[in-house]
């Protein structure tokens, strides 16, 4: 299997997933739900979810497992879909365009999108506390804990507050660093951890599988500013060069196009590396590593 | 001790386990967390949390278990000082005042508003996943669970969708209904339930004492309409009259003034009603329904 036939079987499986889970439009609420599904059904790359199935994959072959875990890995495409919409508002990034259609806010409204955001978190929650079949309670609430941690202040949500404070600002390096490592790094590294442990990875596999998670999301948003800065805004299905539009730091900002390929080259060398005491069933996470990078040709 | 007396002892209880559990300002994300922290401790009557630890009281003696559950109890107030922050955004109901001080969008702006509301939202699961001393996995998980679906898409969530949709249209009793149980009953009775499952209620200790908040969360939104009609701005802390104001129906509005404080009352006494089966340990939850009736005077 090629890793794209294997991406796209993935996809397949997640998306029915989150068919099944999340809420079907109707009701007193449809306008509401209509307004999540969207974004959710907007076809994304599902890189978070997959990710997690993925780590999992890497420390069993137990097919019964990793299918207990689709709703963990649903919450954590909730979860990267919410921050998407709040990002897009006109008060965040203000951007038209996600995937190739109009954001939330264009088709429903900012209140019902700040409210669809609110939705799909709080949707997340509800998975990641649902009892399951193959995880004990305790580690459904280390998950939980975990996600809750990545997404929040001190992750996800605090690296988008830095970013959008320091706009149009001269930074330093240091400063990027922090913004991706808690924007996109942290929710990437978390869906990679909380995959490991509901695989069952013992405390050795979860530290490299995490370690793996960190350079994978550190390669995946340094390919991020690149396409950023090298694309048209059709090949993206979002606006292109609006980070620096918008006088954001980024790497080609910083190091020119050319050296920001080598850095996302580095990273993605230093995931598969952590990968090195797995045997092939971490050959899905080594064949992710490389197409990750593949993204910039 | 007086019911005043027992709030205030209540809400410096509360008090100092947000100073302990919410992060300190300070480090990269300071503004983000300053931001958090203004509507956090902005002076709220703490209603929801006190609710929680009144209804475990109702069931048990044992200050330990009380203690163990202020987590709980502060999650329950994070998430209600989101929905805060956002409901008064300039998107949904454009509010400027709150607690008899400007709104959050109005001191840190609109985009770190809507932040500081996502952090605040995950900061709560963060709580509610943190293992307890005193509660199994399994009782967290539950806790959880009916927290996120109080407060999601088809409860707190879902409600303000609703309301913000109707504004300025002419809308059947029975919508303001759905409404007010949504956007303010929902967590309300959660708060309640949860706390019985935090105090080891029984099945039916836990159903009689639910019924309890679904009639103490009607009762608070119907004093809440009657406050809004009949209030000055310098009483209420926020702007008064803005429900009529904004189109939005309320029980005044359907009822007139006399009929919907006869309307809180039956509540009120609904309420009491439901604790029938429970000794003087529901004392506090008896006056706390007393109490609330008590602001229409």
Redesign the interface.
Known sequence: MTISDYLLARKGLIEQALEREM?PAGG??S???SA?RYSLFAGGKRLRPILCLAAAEAVTDDSTIINNLLPIACALECIHTYSLI?DD?P??DDDDLRRGKPTNHKVY????A??A???L???A??L????STVL???N???I??LV??A????GM??G???D??NENKEYRFELLK?IHKNKTGALITCSVQVGAIGGGANYQQEQSLKSYGKFIGLAFQIVDDFLDATSTTEELGKTAGSDSERGKATYPAFFGIDKTKHKAREAIQAAKSALSSFDHRADPLRHLADYIYLRTH
Do not use: Y
């Open positions: 809420l007193p609420f306008t509401h739900i999540m709040h508002l008060a965040m409204g900012e209140a019902a700040i409210l955001g609110d939705g978190l709080t949707f929650f509800e990641l506390s649902r009892p004990s309670a305790e459904c609430m280390k939980s804990h809750a941690g997404a929040g202040s001190l949500v605090g988008q507050s830095l959008i404070e922090t």
